[in-house]
C-alpha cells in the first residue's frame, strides 16, 4: 500500500511531468523529507529538485521577514510595556508571568486576521462590564486597570512596529504581513505552480493566501482525510475540510482530490490500559522486542508516537538493545537534563535568601547535587559530605558564606556558589559560567561525551543570558534572572542523531502529519492528553472569541481527533496504550477517541482492549532471623557487662531484631537538623530543666517559697536548655518559639502541682537524675551481666518511697499495670511497668528499701497524677491493685528479668524478628 505522499507525488508528476517548477507546501518540515524520499522512488532518472516548504517557511518567504525568537519578543513587549503604560509597572519577573498571554493573543489576532480595532475596543468594554456597579465610584487601582486594557490596542501596535523595524515578527505578524505581499510575490513567480498537501485546521490567513493563489494561479490542493470521516457531517475528524468545502469558493463544485478509502480496511487494534507513565513505556519496549523477532523487518515501517512527550526519556531507555536503528524526531529538552536541576536550585536558593542566610534543607539539596559530587571526586576531603555532616551535627538552620567557608576551610567551589553580597543577577551567571569551566576540566579527564555536549549547551545559554542582561538593565534581580533562564531553557533541545528515513521512528503527535506506517504505536490516549481538554490560557473572553471566529477547545480537540483518526486510515497494526493509574490531573481515563472508536459499529469488531497487568514476582516478607556466631556473642557479653537498661531490654521485648541493630550495632537513627523541637529533644529539654530546678531541694522538703523562686526561673533555665539542646536553633519565631512557651508552660503547670500537692502532703527529695548499677548473677551465664539505669527522681512522700519517671508522650492507666508476671517480659504493651520494677530492683540492691512505689508522672497529663505500677488479680470492675513493691513483688519479678536476659545471652537461640 502506498503513503498519502507517495499517491499525491506520483499523482503531481503524471500531470506535469518536469517538477522543477513546482512549490510543494507542507504542514511540516518533516513530511517535507518524505516528500523528497517519495520524488526519488517515483523518479526513473536524475531531475532537479523542486522547492519544498514547510507553511511556515513558505510564510516566512512570502512576507521576507524572520521569526522572532520567545525571548526577543517577551524582550520587546517589556519595553513597549514599560514605556507606554501608565502608571506602576510590574517587574520583568512579575510581567513574565502575564506577558506570554499577552504575546499568544497578539499572534492569534494576526493569524486569524481581525480587526483589531474592534477586538480591543470590545476587550475594553467587557472588563469596565465585570468591575462596574451601580453603588461604588472607581478607585485609582480601578482606574489603572481599565487604562491598562484599553491601551492594549496602543500596545499592540507599537509592539508590532517595533518588530517589523528589525525585519522579524510573531507567527501571526509574518501571516499577516503574507498575506499583505501576497500579489507583490505572485507577480514574481508568475511560473510556479503551487502544491498544498496535507492541510486540516487552517487560520484565516493560510485560508485567504492559499484561496488567492488556487484562484489566481495553476496550483493544486491535496486533502488527506479517508471519506468515511468527510461523509460523516458530525465527525470531528473531517470538521475543518468540511468547513473549507462550504466555504471556499475554489472548492465549490469541485472533487476533493486525496481522499482515498483506506479506514474501514482490515486492522488489528489493541486497546491496552497500563498502569503509570513509566509502564507504559515499559510496554512499548516488549512490544518493539516481539515485533524484532519476528520475521522480515516489521521496524521499518513502525512508528511509536508519544501523546504525551514527557515520556520520551523512560522510553529511551526501555528500547531493546535488539533494535539497532532508531530515528528520534523529537528533541530532549534541555529542562529535562540532570544538569539543568542544578542551575535551578542555585537561583531557588538565593530567591529564598533571608537576612539570616540560607536555609539549611535547599543547601543540603545543592550539595548532594551528582555534578557537585564530581567535583570533589578521587579528592582527598569531599567537602560537601563534610559540610552536610557539619550541619547536621550543629543543627544549623540558617547559613551564611562566611559560616560555610569557615566549615570547608574556604573550599573553592563553596566560595563559588555561596556569597553573601550577590552583585546582581550578572555576578551570579558569572559564577554559573565559572561553575561549567571547572565541571568541563573534570568531565574532559574522563571522557563523558554527553555530559561534555549538556555542559556545552549550558555554556551557550549562560553566555546569552550574560549577553541579554548586559543589554537590558531591567533584568536587575533573581526573580526575573530564573524567569528568563527558564524561558531560554525551555525553548533549547538536544537533537538525536539518526537516519530519518530508516529504522523506528519516534515523533510527537504533530509530527505525524502526512506520513503512513504499517504499525502505530500511540502512547498515552487519556482523557487530558488527547485530546488536551478545556484549557483556556488567553485575556480574550470564550464569547468574544466565538464573535470573532478565534479558536477555542472545541476546534482544539478537532484537531487532536483529526490527527489521531488519521494516523490510523493506512495502519494495519495499532497499539493504542493510555494510563490506568488515577493521577490528579488526568484520573486515569481512557480518551474520549478511543471510546469514540469502540461505538463504532463498522470497526468495533477489530479491537481488542485489554488491562495489561505490571509483570511483577509476588513478595512474601519473611521474618528476619540472625544465629549468635562467635562475633555476635562479643557483642552481646560487651554489652551486659556495661549493663543492660531498662529501655534496651524493653527494645529486645519490641522485636529482638531491634535490640540488635540499636543497641548492639548502636544504629542510631539517620542524624538531621532540627528544625522544630522533635519529640525526643522536647522530653530532653523537661528532663533537664526540671533536674535544674529541684537540683537545691535534693536532701530536704519542698516547701512553698522554694517552689515559687523555681517557678520564677522557670523561662530562664528552660531557655539555657533549649539552647543546649537544639544548638543554634532559634526560638524568638516560628514553630521554635511556640514550642518553647509550650515548654515553659509545661514545667510552670508541673510546679503549681507540687505546690498544690505539698500544702497536704510532705514530700522529701532524696536524688535527681540517680545513676544506679546492679549486677546480676545468672545461673548457665558464664559471664558478668549487670543491669543499669538513670532515675528521673527519689523522694519520700508521707513516709512511701516513691521512684518515678517523667514521660512527655502519652501514658495511660493500663501501660503500668500487670496481671500475670509472665506478660511483663513478653508483651511490650507492659514495657513502661517492666521499666520501673527495673528501677525498684536496682534502687532496692543499693538501698535495701523493702516497701516503695514506683511510678509515671505524663508531663502532659499531670492532671493523672502519679500513675503508679500495680499488680491487678483480674481485668475490669472489682479487681484488686497492689502498688506497693515489696521484697515479694521483686522476688516475683526478678526470674522473669533472669530469664529474659538468659534468652538474649543464649548462643543458641537466634535473634528473630517479631511481627508486628
Request: a neutral charge; glycine letters at 6%.
Amino acid at each position: 500500500m502506498r503513503s498519502f505522499l507517495e499517491e499525491v507525488v506520483i499523482e503531481v508528476s503524471q500531470k506535469y511531468g518536469s517538477l522543477e517548477e513546482l512549490i510543494f507546501v507542507l504542514p511540516s518540515k518533516r513530511s517535507g523529507t518524505f516528500v523528497r524520499q517519495a520524488i526519488s522512488k517515483s523518479s526513473q532518472k536524475t531531475i532537479f529538485a523542486p522547492a519544498i516548504f514547510s507553511i511556515e517557511d513558505f510564510i516566512s518567504h512570502v512576507s521576507g521577514l524572520n521569526y522572532a525568537t520567545n525571548t526577543e519578543q517577551l524582550f520587546e513587549l517589556y519595553q513597549i510595556y514599560f514605556e507606554y503604560i501608565k502608571g506602576e509597572k510590574d517587574s520583568f519577573h512579575a510581567f513574565s508571568l502575564w506577558g506570554q498571554t499577552l504575546l499568544q493573543d497578539f499572534n492569534e489576532i494576526d493569524r486569524y486576521l481581525i480587526d483589531k480595532k474592534k477586538l480591543f475596543a470590545n476587550l475594553g468594554a467587557v472588563q469596565e462590564m465585570n468591575i462596574w456597579s451601580p453603588e461604588a465610584k472607581k478607585t485609582q487601582m480601578m482606574e489603572n486597570y481599565l487604562s491598562f486594557w484599553n491601551n492594549l490596542e496602543h500596545l499592540y501596535d507599537q509592539f508590532n512596529s517595533a518588530l517589523l523595524a528589525k525585519r522579524i515578527g510573531h507567527q501571526g505578524l509574518l501571516y499577516r504581513e503574507a498575506n499583505t505581499k501576497l500579489n507583490a510575490y505572485l507577480e514574481k513567480n508568475t511560473d510556479k505552480v503551487h502544491v498544498f498537501i496535507g492541510f486540516n485546521a487552517l487560520n484565516n490567513a493560510e485560508k485567504e493566501l492559499m484561496q488567492t493563489i488556487l484562484a489566481t494561479t495553476p496550483s493544486e490542493i491535496y486533502w488527506d482525510i479517508d471519506p468515511y470521516f468527510l461523509d460523516d457531517p458530525i465527525h470531528d475528524a473531517g470538521f475543518f475540510i468540511r468547513q473549507h468545502q462550504k466555504t471556499w469558493p475554489y472548492l465549490q463544485n469541485r472533487t476533493l482530490k486525496g481522499p482515498c478509502h483506506y479506514y474501514l480496511t482490515e486492522k488489528r487494534i489493541e486497546v491496552i490500559g497500563v498502569p503509570g507513565n513509566v509502564s507504559q513505556a515499559k510496554y512499548v519496549g516488549n512490544l518493539l522486542k516481539q515485533m524484532q523477532g519476528g520475521t522480515g523487518d516489521p521496524l521499518k515501517t513502525t512508528a511509536v508516537v508519544l501523546g504525551d512527550e514527557a515520556l520520551l526519556n523512560p522510553l529511551l531507555n526501555s528500547i531493546p538493545v535488539e533494535v539497532s536503528e532508531v530515528n528520534i524526531t523529537m528533541g530532549l529538552p534541555l529542562s529535562k537534563t540532570p544538569l539543568a536541576s542544578l542551575f535551578s536550585q542555585l537561583f531557588r536558593l538565593y530567591i529564598n535568601k533571608t537576612p539570616q542566610g540560607w536555609f539549611y534543607q535547599p543547601v543540603l539539596a545543592l550539595l548532594s547535587h551528582p555534578y557537585l559530587q564530581a567535583l570533589w571526586a578521587n579528592e582527598p576531603l569531599n567537602q560537601a559530605s563534610l559540610l552536610a555532616e557539619n550541619i547536621r551535627k550543629h543543627n544549623h538552620t540558617f547559613l551564611s558564606s562566611q559560616k560555610l567557608n569557615t566549615i570547608t576551610m574556604n573550599d573553592t567551589v563553596i566560595a563559588l556558589l555561596f556569597v553573601d553580597n550577590l552583585l546582581g543577577p550578572k555576578d551570579l551567571v558569572e559564577r554559573c559560567l565559572a561553575l561549567i569551566s571547572r565541571l568541563r576540566e573534570k568531565t574532559s579527564r574522563k571522557n563523558d561525551a554527553l555530559s561534555l555536549e549538556y555542559l556545552y549547551r549550558f555554556n551557550r545559554l549562560f553566555n546569552q543570558l550574560l549577553n541579554l542582561i548586559s543589554n537590558h538593565p531591567f533584568i536587575n534581580d533573581v526573580k526575573s534572572l530564573a524567569s528568563l533562564y527558564n524561558e531560554l531553557l525551555s525553548s533549547e533541545t538536544l537533537d538525536f542523531k539518526g537516519e530519518p528515513l530508516q529504522g523506528l521512528q519516534i515523533m510527537g503527535m504533530l509530527e505525524s502529519r502526512n506520513l503512513d506506517f504499517e504499525t502505530i504505536i500511540l502512547t498515552s490516549v487519556n482523557e487530558g492528553i488527547l485530546p488536551s481538554g478545556k484549557s483556556n490560557n488567553s485575556f480574550i473572553p470564550f464569547d468574544l472569541k466565538k464573535y470573532f471566529g478565534l479558536p477555542t477547545y472545541k476546534e482544539k480537540d478537532a484537531v487532536y481527533t483529526y490527527h489521531f483518526y488519521r494516523l490510523l486510515q493506512r495502519a494495519k497494526n495499532i497499539y493504542l496504550l493510555y494510563n490506568t493509574e488515577p493521577d490528579v490531573l488526568e484520573g486515569g481515563e481512557m480518551s474520549r477517541l478511543i471510546r469514540q472508536l469502540l461505538s463504532d459499529e463498522n470497526i468495533k469488531n477489530q479491537i481488542t482492549v485489554h488491562i495489561a497487568a505490571p509483570l511483577l514476582t509476588p513478595m512474601f516478607s519473611k521474618a528476619e532471623e540472625i544465629e549468635k556466631d562467635e562475633s555476635l556473642m562479643d557483642l552481646i557479653k560487651v554489652h551486659a557487662l556495661e549493663g543492660f537498661s531498662p529501655s534496651s531490654l524493653s527494645n529486645y521485648i519490641k522485636d529482638p531484631m531491634d535490640f540488635y541493630k540499636r543497641n548492639l550495632l548502636k544504629i542510631e537513627d539517620v542524624m538531621e537538623v532540627e528544625e522544630t523541637v522533635a519529640a525526643n529533644t522536647f522530653g530532653t529539654i523537661i528532663h533537664d530543666s526540671l533536674e535544674t530546678l529541684y537540683t537545691p531541694f535534693i536532701g530536704s522538703k519542698l516547701n512553698m517559697e522554694g517552689l515559687k523562686k523555681s517557678k520564677a526561673a522557670v523561662k530562664e533555665v528552660v531557655a539555657q536548655n533549649f539552647a543546649k539542646s537544639m544548638m543554634g536553633g532559634d526560638m524568638k519565631q516560628g514553630k521554635n518559639l511556640l514550642a518553647f512557651k509550650v515548654l515553659v508552660r509545661y514545667v510552670e503547670n508541673f510546679i503549681d502541682k507540687e505546690i498544690k500537692e505539698i500544702e497536704q502532703h510532705e514530700i522529701k527529695i532524696l536524688g535527681l537524675e540517680e545513676k544506679l548499677k546492679m549486677s546480676l548473677y545468672i545461673p548457665g551465664i558464664p559471664f558478668p551481666v549487670a543491669l543499669k539505669g538513670k532515675l528521673d527522681r527519689i523522694d519520700i512522700k508521707d513516709g512511701t518511697l516513691r521512684i518515678i519517671d517523667y514521660k512527655t508522650g502519652k501514658v495511660e492507666v493500663k501501660n503500668v499495670e500487670i496481671i500475670d508476671w509472665a506478660s511483663v517480659v513478653e508483651d511490650y504493651a507492659h514495657a513502661k511497668a517492666f521499666q520501673l520494677l527495673c528501677y525498684a530492683a536496682m534502687y532496692h540492691e543499693k538501698s535495701k528499701i523493702d516497701n516503695m512505689e514506683a511510678g509515671i508522672i505524663s508531663i502532659k497529663g499531670l492532671k493523672a497524677g502519679l500513675l503508679k505500677f500495680a499488680k491487678k488479680d483480674k481485668n475490669g470492675p472489682g479487681a484488686k491493685k497492689e502498688t506497693a513493691i515489696t521484697e515479694e513483688t521483686l522476688s516475683a519479678f526478678m526470674p522473669q528479668l533472669y530469664k529474659l536476659i538468659a534468652e538474649i545471652c543464649d548462643p543458641n537461640f537466634a535473634l528473630k524478628e517479631k511481627e508486628q
